[in-house]
């Protein structure tokens, strides 16, 4: 499983690496798609926005177990890449002893809360018991969630993104069987949404740990591995903490510019939703190369080749902008339609076309600012990547989307486009934080 990214064709490994992250992305936007897909062919109204807004919840905290998760497979990478297997050991067994007393803290905390944050949702009066046990049974299956999430951060710090594919395809098709199970056989409604998203998660779980026993990884974990070492896991919450608020924060501004939609009325609100649900699918390829170049770029800076790690990035950046440019130019050309594929209601064809023009150019300068991302917290400066993404969205995105929603009143892509212009400062803040570092690290060799 253990798989060395620091030879060989960057490009290739690119390729090897990231192909298989990319399907595990898409196979976990159809894991929660699923729930709400299958919950609206047996329930009513009430049980699916229970659901809907339970899963708003749930894969906000998710996004943020990920981040944090980012830690563990860089400090994992620069140990493999510097062939320092003892301190892969070590970077192993301190990440479970630290993510699974997280997780239990997280859950014991969020059970308590559950009512509040069903409250803070704005959750209709009608759909308010069968969110609180939709959340209820998805907070208990914390643990098994965080455990799936740092076993797939374990793998990727390996260099072996192919496994991790497998166990959510395992768990996507479990999720389906028992949904069905739950939902239509059994109609348990919320409840059994929630438990078959826990149970497929669970098994999922279970065939990881059966696959690491019996598949021989490079890497001895013994008993001592798991004491918790203050430094081990102080540089894993260095790296994991600025990403996890990050991804948390990103969260909450596509909430606060829904709610900006919603303002406009529901012909716009109906657009704006859809047209975010569309970007999301886009935005696997700006993720996957995030991943990707964590991954391989931590192997190669703890193999001292920081000019290979800088080579992952511009291949990355490559990829993605190159992915961005033909998607948005396509778009310009084809907008009315995508939306058309989620609804006949002329208004909103029209207004998520508009929305989706401007908004496509994102998914350009996302592609550029999270590959960047993924260099610094190679580097292990994920604050940076904190910096840039927190300084766009309070100076240009949520500022922008509110002027410009009051400001053109008839038509939503000058909206689009200010989503997009906050990425765009990501970009300029990225090059100019990267020129720097590259300037300081110039001048230390000179010195």
């Known amino acids: 499983m253990e798989k060395d990214l620091t030879t060989g064709s960057v490009f290739k490994n690119i390729v090897y690496f990231s192909l298989p992250y990319l399907l595990s992305y898409f196979l976990q936007t159809l894991y929660g798609m699923a729930d709400l897909f299958i919950i609206g062919q047996f329930e009513g109204v009430a049980s699916t926005t229970a659901v809907s807004v339970g899963s708003q919840v749930m894969h906000m905290l998710t996004v943020m177990i990920v981040g944090l998760a980012m830690g563990t497979t860089v400090t994992i990478g620069q140990a493999i890449g ?52 939709y959340l209820t049974i998805c907070f208990i299956g914390i643990p098994f969630i965080t455990a799936y999430n740092i076993i797939s951060s374990i793998f990727r710090g390996m260099g072996d993104s192919k496994s991790p594919m497998y166990f959510i395809a395992i768990a996507c098709g479990a999720n ?11 109609h348990l409604g919320p409840a059994g949404a929630a438990l078959g998203t826990t149970l497929s998660q669970t098994i999922s779980v279970l065939i990881a740990l059966t696959v690491i026993l019996r598949k021989k990884t490079g890497i001895s974990v013994s008993r001592a591995d798991f004491k918790p070492r203050r430094q081990i896991m102080g540089k894993i919450l260095q790296i994991g903490i600025p990403i996890c608020c990050q991804d948390g924060l990103i969260q909450v501004a596509f909430i606060i510019i829904t709610i900006i939609a919603n303002r406009r009325g529901l012909t716009d609100a109906a657009a704006v939703g859809i047209v975010e649900k569309f970007i999301s699918f886009l935005f696997l390829v700006p993720s996957s190369m995030l991943s990707t170049v964590s991954a391989l770029g931590a192997q190669n800076i703890g193999a001292k080749k920081p000019e290979r790690a800088k080579e992952v990035l511009r291949y990355a950046t490559m990829i993605a902008v190159g992915f961005g440019v033909i998607v948005t130019v396509l778009i310009q050309f084809i907008a009315e339609p995508v939306v058309g594929m989620f609804t006949t209601d002329q208004g909103v064809i029209l207004a998520g076309g508009q929305y989706l023009r401007g908004y496509i150019f994102d998914v350009i300068f996302a592609g550029v600012h999270f590959s960047f991302s993924g260099y610094f917290c190679a580097c292990g400066k994920s604050g940076l990547s904190f910096l840039h993404n927190i300084t766009a969205i309070v100076l240009v995105r949520v500022p922008g989307v509110y002027l410009t929603s009051r400001l053109f009143p008839a038509t939503l892509l000058p909206m689009g486009l200010a989503t997009a212009t906050g990425s765009l400062l990501s970009v300029i803040i990225c090059v100019i934080a990267f020129t720097v570092i590259n300037r300081k690290e110039r001048n230390a060799v000179f010195s």
Do not use: C, H, R
Not at 84 to 101: E, Y
Not at 176 to 186: E, N, P, R, S, W
């Open 82 to 133: 510097g062939k320092n297997k003892k301190q892969a050991a070590l970077d192993i067994g301190n990440s479970v002893t630290l993510f699974m007393a997280v997780s239990i803290l997280l859950a014991a905390v969020l059970l308590l809360l559950v009512k509040p944050i069903v409250a803070v949702m704005s959750t209709p009066a009608e759909a308010v018991s069968g969110t609180i046990t």
């Open 176 to 186: 389906i069987v028992l949904d069905y199970v739950f939902m239509g056989a059994l």
